[in-house]
């Protein structure tokens, strides 16, 4: 019997853990597949990833840079794949189709209120920043039914532009950072602010004595928004290790149709760093 082989596609790649990750939930589940890492050379994104499928290759993980030319690859996509506009995950239909998804949003949303016991339904949502990672969180969290979810970014006129794109599915709004009136219920930071160091520039009336506090990157230390946000007195932070192990539970649910148990899996990452 062949075995099922998935793979993570990305450049670069060699840091990625989605294979550590994968390798728990089949253990876990007594899934016989194996799930590799592949470096992939940018102009030949498309032909590997044809190649994967017409080879046998069951499914795939897709990262940075690619996420945006799997979502233009794929033949179908789910719908939540349609609004981030970002595919993440691929496998093939009986008819040979590349089907495209994102689990990421939905990978936050279950951290959040299954990992740490958080409601989004009926909350005040503060999401910053207005790039791909807003944008692939937003359908799942707006699902939650949050009272108020507002997008707040650097540049005004990209979380504008997202709100008034995700308007049908939920109250959403943009408003400027001097506009804020919190405090929030949950404050998301999913700019890339934390790369450089940096915190995006919120007032800290955003921020009140029962805020807790997601970043969607995720380090061995504190990120800078999480231990600013600390600071000026939330209640809690949590990092995007949880987000990146519950995308890949989600992924595993689509390709075996079992879902992985993640809390052992998470905590294992989190010692090993
Ligand atoms: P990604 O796909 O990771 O979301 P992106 O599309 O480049 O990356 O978006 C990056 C986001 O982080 C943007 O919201 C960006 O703000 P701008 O739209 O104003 O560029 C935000 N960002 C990056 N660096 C930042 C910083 N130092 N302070 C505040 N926001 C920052």
Redesign the pocket.
């Given at each position: 019997m062949s075995i099922d082989r998935y793979a993570v596609m990305g450049n670069p790649i060699k840091h990625s853990k989605s294979p550590l990750i994968h390798k728990a939930f089949a253990d876990q589940t007594d899934q016989h597949m194996t799930y590799t890492s592949m470096l992939v050379a940018e102009p030949e994104f498309e032909d590997s990833v044809r190649r994967f499928f017409a080879d046998g290759g069951k499914g795939l993980n897709i990262t940075?840079p690619f996420?945006l030319r799997a979502f233009e690859l794929a033949d179908e996509l789910t719908e939540r794949a349609q609004r981030a506009k970002?595919v993440n995950t691929l496998w093939q239909s009986a008819d040979g189709r590349i089907v495209g998804d994102n689990t990421d949003g939905v990978g936050m949303v279950r951290d959040i209120m299954h990992n740490h016991d958080g409601r989004i339904a009926g909350k005040k949502i503060l999401m910053?920043?207005?790039?791909?990672?807003?944008?692939?969180v937003l359908a799942p969290v707006l699902a939650e039914n949050p009272v108020q979810l507002v997008l707040a970014?650097?540049?005004f006129d990209?979380?504008h532009q997202l709100a008034e794109e995700f308007m049908d599915l939920g109250r959403i709004e943009a408003l400027h950072m001097n506009e804020l009136k919190g405090p929030f219920d949950w404050i998301i930071n999913?700019?890339?602010?934390s790369?450089?160091g940096?915190?995006?520039?919120l007032p800290e009336s955003v921020i009140g004595a029962h805020t807790r506090v997601y970043d969607m990157m995720y380090s061995k230390e504190l990120t800078p928004f999480n231990a600013w946000a600390l600071d000026y007195g939330a209640e809690k932070a949590f990092d995007g290790l949880g987000m990146l192990v519950e995308q890949a539970a989600e992924s595993f649910r689509k390709w075996r149709g079992l879902m992985p148990s993640t809390p052992t899996v998470i905590s294992d990452l989190r010692a090993a760093m």
């Open positions: 940075v996420k970002a910053v920043g207005a790039g791909g990672a807003v944008r692939g970014n650097r540049t990209k979380a999913g700019t890339a602010a790369l450089q940096d915190v995006p520039e």
